[in-house]
């Protein structure tokens, strides 16, 4: 079955550290979300993609990097930089704009 | 103010009720997401809607365009029906195809 995989889904990382969460898709969406949820807030847009080779900052882009060298890989780096970057992290990916969204799992990454 | 505003954020039902979650969203928008978030985390997105109403077993969406205005309802409710539900809209300015999030409903359903 085609879908979204993330990994892993808990990471604990020490202060300072960068550390990389896997997104990768076998739907042929040619657009990849990352987002971020914290308690009590809606998703918010990290980085995205709509095409290979090429992204664009989202609302929260600052202390996150990305890169998109293939289609169905969308890797977000959060780096040391990222104040507070405890929180739960999810990947989307849609094919266009009629067409529904499909989320990973997540992954919650804790910084200690 | 947030683009999309939900209520209410917290609902308790007894198993069989009837539920609705409500979402109000301030910007012109070519489809809104229900989606639906289980305790691990992971996103399940329920319906996608630009005009009108959509079923899929006991879960009912309607939208008001002129209103700004979308319903989710389910009928029959049951415990495993328990989730956070969260609207999501796509505004009509931008090609990004990026959603607006709401913060979410947290839906519990007791036996």
């Known amino acids: 079955d085609g879908g979204i995989t993330q990994s892993p889904k808990y990471l604990f990382r020490k202060e300072g550290q960068n550390v990389t969460l896997s997104c990768e898709q076998n739907?042929?969406?040619?657009?990849m979300y990352w987002y971020r949820q914290d308690p009590g807030q809606g998703l918010r847009l990290i980085y995205y993609s709509q095409i290979v080779n090429d992204f664009q900052k989202g609302d929260i882009a600052e202390g996150y990097s990305v890169s998109r060298e293939k289609k169905e890989s969308f890797p977000l780096t959060v780096t040391s930089a990222q104040k507070n970057p405890t929180a739960f992290y999810l990947c989307?990916?849609?094919?266009?704009?009629?067409?529904?969204?499909?989320f990973g799992s997540g992954t919650r990454l804790t910084v200690v | 103010k947030n683009e999309v505003e939900q209520s209410p954020q917290n609902l308790t039902a007894q198993e069989g009720e009837f539920i609705t979650i409500n979402c109000s969203y301030s910007v012109g928008i070519s489809a809104l997401h229900w989606l639906q978030q289980h305790p691990g985390g992971g996103i399940v997105s329920l319906f996608m809607l630009s005009s009108g109403k959509k079923k899929h077993g006991r879960l009912i969406a309607t939208i008001n365009i002129q209103e700004k205005h979308s319903s989710l309802h389910i009928t029959a409710s049951h415990p495993r029906d328990s989730a956070v539900y969260i609207c999501a809209v796509r505004s009509r300015e931008v090609s990004n195809y990026k959603l607006t999030f709401g913060k979410g409903t947290l839906l519990t359903v007791n036996p």
């Open positions: 739907l042929n969406h040619d657009a």
């Open positions: 989307a990916s849609t094919t266009g704009q009629n067409y529904g969204y499909t």
